[in-house]
């Protein structure tokens, strides 16, 4: 069954975003109800890994970009008469932000990254990704020295997930999704970051800090903003896991009530 342009659109922002749920309606119940993408709970349609990947498999299969900003023009190819900027894309659309770690061939220095189109980024050869949720701990990745416990010395290709107006998701989400390494997923301690983590299908291990050291930061921090107003949008997705290390770190955050942002964990 062939998707309407505004399914399609639909698709491309659910492979790129990864959002634990949407409203029951519109085009999330008919792409649900046509094409069988995600899971009825009340009100809300969830969105698993399972319906992630049943996402971009489905726009691949149609010859549909997993990424809907690759449509338009660019700047040099505006026609005479038409201004550069409207209608053109994003100088920075195809793009991502990366810092090569324990990679031979290249490096990158403490405190910046590199920027490269995904598909030139795909041909490079390195183990597994580290996909990183803010820019400013992207920034300073080498400063979370625990983070080499989970790199175990491999070459690693750390990406920053994307943001709505700075280095789109939906080229990280192609990369992630051409290659299929390994990935290990450094977000937040809280619901969103799990729910980010709980939807990534080829996650290897979710990044955290001693638990012992994470708890103490998170008790002085005292951030309950960084898990009740998260609660409702993300707990669907993270009731329905029942093992790994991000069931286990929910099952914490659960009885902790209080999260904490990347660029609080400690160093």
């Given at each position: 069954m062939s998707f309407s342009a505004v399914e399609a659109k639909f698709l491309q922002r659910l492979v790129a975003g990864r959002p634990p749920f949407r409203r029951n309606e519109g085009v999330a119940k008919r792409v649900l109800e046509g094409h069988g993408i995600g899971t009825v709970s009340g009100s809300r349609v969830l969105y698993g890994s399972n319906d992630i990947e049943a996402a971009r498999k489905a726009l691949a299969v149609r010859g549909i970009p997993l990424d809907q900003?690759?449509?338009g023009y660019s700047r040099s190819e505006a026609g005479g008469g038409l201004s550069e900027k409207s209608g053109a894309r994003a100088v920075t659309d195809?793009?991502?932000?990366?810092?090569c770690l324990n990679?031979?061939?290249r490096t990158t220095e403490p405190g910046s990254f590199t920027a490269v189109h995904w598909e030139e980024a795909a041909e490079w050869s390195f183990d597994c990704f580290l996909e990183c949720e803010n820019l400013e701990a992207f920034l300073r990745l080498s400063e979370y020295r625990w983070l080499e416990g989970y790199m175990r010395g491999r070459a690693v290709l750390a990406i920053?997930?994307?943001?709505?107006?700075f280095f789109r998701p939906g080229a990280a989400a192609s990369l992630l999704a051409r290659l299929e390494k390994p990935v290990l997923g450094f977000y937040d301690f809280d619901p969103a970051g799990l729910a980010i983590a709980a939807g990534e299908p080829n996650l290897e291990a979710l990044c955290l800090p001693e638990w012992s050291k994470l708890l103490d930061k998170a008790q002085a921090m005292r951030r309950p903003s960084l898990y009740y107003p998260q609660l409702k949008a993300a707990q669907g997705v993270l009731?329905?896991?029942?093992?790994?290390?991000?069931?286990?770190?929910?099952?914490?955050?659960?009885?902790?009530?209080w999260g904490l942002d990347q660029e609080s964990f400690p160093r």
């Open positions: 900003a690759e449509g195809g793009l991502v932000a990366v810092v990679m031979d061939a920053y997930r994307g943001g709505p107006h009731e329905d896991l029942r093992a790994g290390p991000v069931f286990e770190a929910w099952a914490r955050l659960k009885k902790l009530k």
